[in-house]
């Protein structure tokens, strides 16, 4: 089943969980079926190339988040925010304070184009890790909790490079797992394969149609 234009609302999908849950998996299926895709990830690139930006950094953590070819260093800034220690916390409070506001209204213009389209898409999906975090779930018909075991995403995680270390540091920085379910208004198994996920968007998507009458 594929997505058809519409001219009404487009149905606004957020996806929370733990590093590694699947997040991006679920996205995928529903872009497969004609959904876009808000990527803060990628926004939030942008925004750290900002040179205002960079300079900023470089006076909150130092000269050492910079490359010697002047490029922003990513592992650099991520081991000064990522942690549970209160200086750790403390600055990752900072970057926030910088970025997200240039994040949030990049992202809050894109969702805006696509609202204001002459054939919106049916649905739309904001792919945000700090999706709660930074302020999505006002924007979001639907939030969905992918409730996957630590074993599971740490095996995931592993196949990116990350130690269990780094993933417990990230996950001790972001909101915890339980009041992500509890402020979620779906959950689903993050263990489902390829096509158990395909069936389960398309799912979403009919339910999504019978109820703005696509």
């Known amino acids: 089943m594929r997505l058809n234009p519409t001219k009404k609302r487009p ?9 590694a849950a699947g997040k991006t998996h ?3 299926a529903l872009e497969s079926l004609g959904a876009v895709r808000i990527d803060a990830d990628a926004i939030g690139h942008r925004v750290l190339q900002d040179p205002a930006v960079q300079s900023r950094l470089c006076e909150l953590f130092g000269d050492a988040i910079v490359r010697s070819d002047g490029t922003l ?7 000064c925010v990522f ?3 209160p200086v750790a916390k403390a600055a990752k409070l900072q970057l926030e304070e910088l970025v997200h506001p240039r994040i949030h209204a990049l992202a809050v213009a894109k969702l805006q184009e696509y609202q204001a389209a002459c054939e919106p898409p049916v649905v739309v999906v904001i792919d945000a890790p700090l999706l709660l975090e930074a ?30 270390t780094h993933l417990r540091d990230r996950e001790a920085s972001q909101l915890p797992l339980n009041e992500k ?12 394969d390829e096509s158990q996920v395909a069936a389960y ?7 999504i149609e019978m109820r703005s009458g696509a």
Do not use: M, N
């Not at 968007?201 to 339910?207: G, I, P, Y």
């Open 26 to 28: 679920f996205g995928a």
């Open 83 to 85: 942690g549970d220690t």
């Open 181 to 192: 379910r509890k402020q979620a208004t779906h959950v689903v198994s993050g263990q489902l």
């Open 11 to 19: 149905f606004v999908v957020g996806f929370v969980g733990g590093i």
């Open 135 to 164: 302020g999505w779930a006002p924007y979001c018909d639907a939030i969905i909790f992918i409730e996957t075991p630590f074993a599971v995403r740490a095996r995931r995680a592993l196949e990116r490079g990350w130690t269990e």
């Open 73 to 79: 260093d990513r592992k650099a800034l991520a081991a």
């Open 201 to 207: 968007c398309e799912d979403l998507v009919a339910q």
